[in-house]
C-alpha cells in the first residue's frame, strides 16, 4: 500500500541488490561519468596512491559520485557538494544512484506533473535511478519509488538517457 504524502526521511540510503557488483570492470569507461560508492567506509585521499593523505571519510554506501579522471586503479571522483579527490577503483560501483538536491521532491506514479504523487523525498535522500528519460528518473528508496525530475537530482546529467 502506498500512503500519499509520506515523506521519506534525508540521509535515507537504499541496499542494492549485489552490492558492489561490477566494480573495477565497469568503471573502464571514458570520464565524466557517474557511479556510486559500493563500500560503507571510503577513504579518499588528495592523490592517486595509499600514500597519499586521506582527505576525506565516507561512510554512505551508494552514495553517487562523478569520475573525472583516471590513473591505473584510482579515479578522482567529485561528491554531490563538489568535494574532489581519489578513490581505488574497487570502492566504487557502476550502480546508478542519484541525490536529491533543493527542495522536497515528489514521487510521482508517471513522468508528469500531473502524476499522483507515491512519496516525497527530502534533500540528501539517496535512491537508486534508472528508465531516465524527458526530464524524469525512475527513483527506487528501498523499495518506495516514483517518477522524480532529473533537475531535482545529482548524479544524471539534465536530458541524460538511461
Known amino acids: 500500500m502506498r ?12 541496499a542494492l541488490a549485489g552490492g558492489a557488483v ?4 565497469a568503471q573502464q569507461r571514458q570520464t ?8 560503507g567506509k571510503a577513504r579518499m ?15 554512505r554506501e551508494d552514495l553517487p559520485i562523478k ?17 574532489q579527490g581519489w578513490m581505488q577503483v574497487g570502492l566504487l560501483s557502476a550502480a546508478r ?7 522536497i521532491a515528489a514521487m510521482r506514479s508517471s513522468p508528469n506533473q500531473g502524476a499522483s ?4 523525498a ?3 535522500v539517496v535512491g537508486k535511478i534508472s528508465d531516465c528519460k524527458r526530464g524524469w528518473c525512475w527513483f527506487d528508496v528501498g523499495g518506495r519509488s516514483g517518477y522524480v525530475e532529473q533537475s531535482h537530482l545529482w548524479g544524471v546529467d539534465p536530458g541524460e538517457e538511461l
Open 3 to 14: 500512503i500519499s504524502g509520506t515523506v521519506i526521511a534525508g540521509f535515507a540510503t537504499l
Open 122 to 124: 527530502e534533500p540528501g
Open 22 to 25: 561490477g566494480q573495477a570492470g
Open 67 to 83: 569520475v573525472i579522471d583516471i590513473y591505473q586503479d584510482w579515479r578522482k571522483i567529485e561528491d554531490p557538494d563538489g568535494t
Open 45 to 59: 585521499r588528495t592523490g592517486p596512491g595509499r600514500n597519499y593523505p586521506i582527505s576525506w571519510l565516507y561512510k
Open 97 to 103: 544512484t542519484a541525490m536529491v538536491t533543493g527542495m
Open 32 to 39: 565524466p561519468y557517474y557511479a556510486s560508492i559500493a563500500a
Open 117 to 120: 504523487i507515491n512519496w516525497r
